[in-house]
């Protein structure tokens, strides 16, 4: 044997070594490592546990929740989570609506309630929320992509969109004010949500969530004047 071979060599423990320091990662700190678990409980398993965890976490920790989201998954676990909680607000508020009703109090704030959500629209509701869904996401990744912010594709603005709107289209089936606590609550959500998952500021994220409301209105507001002209014009 060489006098230069270390005869505990072999039986020595493989340790690091002190005087090298750790590897760091170039990864920014808020991005997900590459081995991590979709965070989104109703994309890992369909329950009713599923379920309910994916509601809280979307209301209570939306930044965290797609922060850590998986930024290529199907579309349908979130579609089908927006409709399921779609649709339980509008039946949630279409029940209060007709009990105001038969208890008398069907006109609040001079409009007449029973006549604003007739019972047979139930029908077209699932069609309506999904298409209602699909544009909504299609106008926040065009206001993202406008600001530069766009990181991802359709698809995780899409993911926002429902999970957000969902988890807070329940609170429609508040008396009164459910309409507007669940458009304030929405705002939030999504700002948290949008500005984790895309990777971008506060202030490009709030822009991205309020775009659908305003190009709604505005289109909205553009058809009610094109149709005040068209009924001037006919008394010239």
Not at 89 to 109: C, D, H, K, P
Request: hydrophobic share 50%.
């Amino acid at each position: 044997m060489d006098i230069t071979d270390n005869p505990f060599q072999d039986a020595a423990k493989v340790t690091e070594d002190p005087w090298n320091p750790p590897e760091v990662s170039d990864a920014p700190p808020d991005a997900p490592p590459p081995d991590h678990r979709n965070s989104i409980a109703w994309e890992r398993e369909r329950s009713f546990s599923a379920l309910k965890d994916t509601l809280l976490d979307v209301l209570l920790e939306p930044g965290a929740t797609f922060r850590a989201a998986h930024p290529e998954v199907s579309l349908w676990p979130a579609l089908g989570f927006f409709l399921i909680f779609g649709s339980l607000g509008y039946a949630g508020s279409t029940a209060v609506v007709e009990l105001m009703y038969y208890l008398g109090q069907e006109r609040v704030l001079g409009h007449n309630l029973s006549s604003l959500l007739p019972s047979w629209t139930v029908v077209f509701v699932p069609v309506t929320l999904t298409v209602h869904i699909f544009i909504n996401a299609a106008l926040m990744h065009l206001a993202l992509m406008v600001t530069g912010a766009k990181t991802l594709r359709y698809g995780a603005s899409f993911r926002i969109c429902a999970y957000c709107t969902g988890a807070t289209a329940l609170f429609n089936a508040v008396p009164f004010v459910g309409h507007w606590v669940s458009m304030v609550l929405l705002f939030i959500v999504e700002v948290a949500a949008i500005q984790r998952m895309h990777r971008t500021s506060g202030g490009k994220a709030a822009f991205a969530a309020i775009a659908p409301v305003i190009l709604r209105w505005a289109f909205y507001g553009g058809l009610a004047l094109i149709g005040i002209y068209s009924i001037a014009s006919l008394f010239d």
